[in-house]
């Protein structure tokens, strides 16, 4: 099987951009688990597939590292919108994506022809009613449950840096306690409206951001802080910014990037 590809990053998310438009991908999953794995193939948090739509300009399917279906991903979408502009594919500057969770309205700022930053009303955010209290290494930690788009955990810590996101991640995500394996985010309070992130995203273990855990970070903070201002979420691979609109959807804000394009061929043709 032979296709192009781009790989694209937004703070440190990575991932593998198809365009579908003209020949879609068979076994997708099998394909995402084969160029998502780092040092043997392409390497990336996930892949994400551009179809045409008969509801918005374009529609999205995204897939974790390990092959499993994502609803939603706040960064993969502004990188699909990046490689829209920039192909021609679609030139102007607010658009609409679709996603399994509906479609997502993008809006462009652009310097000399090319894209630098994206924003996307990621619609409205629900925060659930229930703490959910996890013992892990004989410390307790509580976690507030989120809906962006996708379905998140999130949990205030001491240390962000030095926490250990690897091994209570995959303890969390696999949980009997959610009604459905939750990303997971873990932060602190930095000062002011600032907060620093780091995630555990389901399929695809801990990655250096991610959009839609930012805003559920973003809301959990403002709502214990009582917040009404943007507030800048620092992840492993730069910053993200989150407002929050009067009718409750957020918004959220960050550079993309594109890495670099490429030929997948595996020499074989069974797909």
């Not at 996708?150 to 209570?168: L, Q, Y």
């Not at 873990?186 to 959009?211: D, H, L, P, Q």
């Amino acid at each position: 099987m032979r296709f192009e590809f781009i790989k694209i990053q937004c703070s440190g998310n990575d991932y593998i951009c198809v365009d579908c438009s003209e020949n879609a991908i068979a076994c997708p999953s099998e394909i995402a688990r084969r160029l998502c794995l780092r040092r043997f193939s392409v390497g990336a948090d996930g892949l994400v597939l551009v179809f045409p739509s008969e509801i918005a300009d374009a529609r999205i399917e995204i897939f974790n590292a390990d092959g499993s279906e994502a609803k939603m991903c706040g960064n993969a979408i502004r990188g699909v919108a990046k490689y829209l502009y920039e192909s021609g594919k679609i030139k102007k500057t607010e658009l609409s994506i679709e996603t399994v969770s509906g479609a997502k309205q993008l809006f462009l700022i652009t310097e000399r022809g090319r894209v630098d930053r994206v924003k996307i009303n990621m619609g409205p955010v629900k925060i659930l009613p229930y703490i959910k209290k996890i013992i892990f290494e004989n410390k307790e930690y509580f976690f507030r449950c989120v809906l962006t788009g996708n379905f998140h955990a999130v949990t205030f810590v001491g240390n962000v840096r030095d926490f250990p996101v690897e091994r209570i991640g995959s303890v969390v995500e696999n949980s009997s306690l959610f009604s459905e394996n939750p990303n997971v985010e873990f932060i602190r309070a930095s000062g002011g409206n600032e907060i620093e992130m780091r995630v555990w995203e389901k399929g695809s273990g801990e990655t250096y951001s991610c959009g839609t855990g930012a805003v559920a970070a973003a809301a959990v903070f403002s709502a214990e802080a009582g917040l009404s201002e943007p507030v800048t979420v620092h992840v492993r691979g730069g910053d993200l910014r989150v407002f929050f609109e009067k009718d409750g959807s957020a918004v959220l804000s960050g550079d993309v990037r594109t890495v670099y394009h490429g030929i997948y061929d595996d020499g074989e043709d069974r797909y």
